[in-house]
């Protein structure tokens, strides 16, 4: 598998993988029970098959990390304990972390602050073997799982290794519509999670899909 996502079947999962698939990847959509995993595969084929020039296989979350490069995609609480688990598989490996902390509260999201202030950071610090970066954070999933919805958006990639970076830039560019922008070390992982609040609630508040895009650069 060129990509394996860990926590695959929610909708940022989901997006990611048909994005990747479009591409011309062989992603492997992982959960932890391989039924369900199989499920949002035939879901996805059932709509996107005609434009999926990769593969979707639904599997495990340990078989998502056996794959070259790999992303977290679980809800930011369960990032830690989940990638911990598979420790092994992930030893040397790129790993992708997506994951926002943030809570509703009315109309606005608040950003949260986790152990050593990210959840890149986190991983980071549970897995010392795995190259953690962090990348994603402010895609939509909903236009992610849409291949008709015009995706433009800048990717803000951070990673204390620069062969991380390299490899995750790499992977955002696969996407169309995407363009990856090396932002620092893992310490910018902090504040690029914490702005996810800031995008989602301009969403919520003027009822919009923005996504991110830097100008003069
Ligand atoms: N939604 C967005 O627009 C968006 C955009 C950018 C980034 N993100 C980030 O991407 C991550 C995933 O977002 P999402 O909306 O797809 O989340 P989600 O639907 O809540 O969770 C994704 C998947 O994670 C697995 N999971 C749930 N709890 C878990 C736990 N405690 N331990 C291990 N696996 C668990 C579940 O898969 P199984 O039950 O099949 O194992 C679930 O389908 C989040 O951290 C979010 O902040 C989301």
């Known amino acids: 598998m060129d990509v394996g996502i860990i926590g695959g079947t929610g909708p940022a999962g989901r997006g990611l993988a048909l994005r990747l698939a479009a591409a011309g990847m ?3 959509i992982g959960s932890r029970d ?3 995993a199989a499920g949002a595969v035939g879901e996805l084929t059932g709509t996107w098959s005609a434009r999926i020039a990769g593969g979707l296989h639904g599997v495990a979350n340990e078989e998502a990390a056996a794959a070259r490069i790999v992303v977290l995609a679980t809800p930011w609480d369960g990032a830690v304990q989940a990638a911990s688990g598979l420790a092994g598989p992930l030893a040397g490996k790129v790993l992708v972390s ?3 902390a943030l809570v509703r509260e009315g109309r606005e999201m608040l950003a949260l602050i986790p152990p050593r202030g990210s959840v890149a950071a986190a991983v980071q610090a549970a ?15 909903r236009d992610m799982g849409d291949l008709d919805s015009g995706l433009i958006a800048d990717v803000l990639v951070c990673a204390d290794d620069p062969e991380a970076t390299a490899e995750t830039m790499s992977l955002v560019e696969r996407i169309e519509g995407l363009r990856p922008l090396d932002a620092g070390s893992l310490n910018q992982a902090a504040a690029i999670e914490a702005f996810t609040a800031v995008c989602v609630t301009l969403n ?3 009822h919009a899909h923005s996504t991110l895009k830097l100008a003069g650069i």
Request: a positive charge.
């Open 98 to 100: 997506m994951a926002n």
């Open 204 to 206: 919520m508040r003027h």
């Open 34 to 36: 391989t039924a369900r």
């Open 127 to 141: 897995l010392p073997r795995t190259r953690v970066a962090a990348a994603f954070h402010h895609l939509p999933a």
């Open 26 to 28: 062989s992603v492997a």
